[in-house]
């Protein structure tokens, strides 16, 4: 189950963070994140702090997508992302759709 907390988190998209297509496939993951890791680990770039930020980031998008359990809670949320966002464009045709219609019927009646 998801906790409701992580949902009010903004999404990561842990797919693009390791350069992976979403059906990666687990060896897909381990791969990306490795060759990730050599280039971006903090011993490899001791006077880039933004290494480190990168390399922190790569470790956590791959403990997530390693993670069956896990990798399915963000599948999930990407699902749930995009129905949202696509029900609520619907949502936005619609109210100018009646906006417009109610105009057009006030001009009627002038």
Avoid at 14 to 32: D, R, T
Avoid at 43 to 49: C, G, I, L, T, Y
Avoid at 54 to 69: G, Q
């Amino acid at each position: 189950m998801i906790n409701k907390q992580k949902n009010s988190e903004p999404l990561k998209d842990f797919y693009s963070i390791l350069g992976v297509p979403k059906n990666a496939s687990e060896e897909g993951i381990k791969v990306a994140f490795r060759k990730l890791a050599r280039k971006y680990h903090p011993d490899m770039n001791r006077d880039d702090p933004e290494a480190t930020f990168k390399f922190t980031e790569l470790a956590e998008a791959y403990r997530t997508l390693k993670s069956k359990e896990k990798r399915n809670e963000v599948d999930a949320r990407i699902i749930s992302e995009f129905c949202r966002s696509f029900l609520g464009s619907i949502h936005e045709e619609e109210k100018h759709a009646r906006k417009t219609t109610s105009e057009f019927l006030r001009i009627l009646k002038e």
